[in-house]
């Protein structure tokens, strides 16, 4: 996976497309990242570079609901290759 801005905006494409809100704000947060769930707001430390949002974001989105459905076609080919990654390091 490249580490560029627009891999960065195909990851946002997934959150928004399953309703959640995603804001980058100062803070310490563990992990670089915060979930307010009730709002389905994600929380980005905004110091993060590139690199650190997009490796922030391959590591949250698996741990959240995601409606697979509401996905564009795009999206969800994306959504499948992180899951399959997350999957390949858990064995």
């Not at 809100?21 to 009730?38: D, H, I, K």
């Not at 709002?39 to 741990?63: A, S, W």
């Amino acid at each position: 996976m490249k580490y560029t801005q627009g891999t960065l905006d195909k990851l946002e494409d997934i959150l928004g497309e399953s309703d959640y809100v995603v804001r980058y704000e100062r803070g310490t947060f563990q992990s670089g990242w915060c979930l307010l769930e009730a709002k389905k707001v994600v929380v980005l430390n905004k110091f993060l570079d590139i690199e650190g949002r997009i490796n922030t974001m391959m590591e949250l989105i698996p741990q959240l609901v995601i409606d697979y459905d509401k996905l564009t076609l795009e999206s969800q080919k994306l959504y499948d290759e992180i899951i399959k990654k997350t999957v390949t390091h858990a064995e």
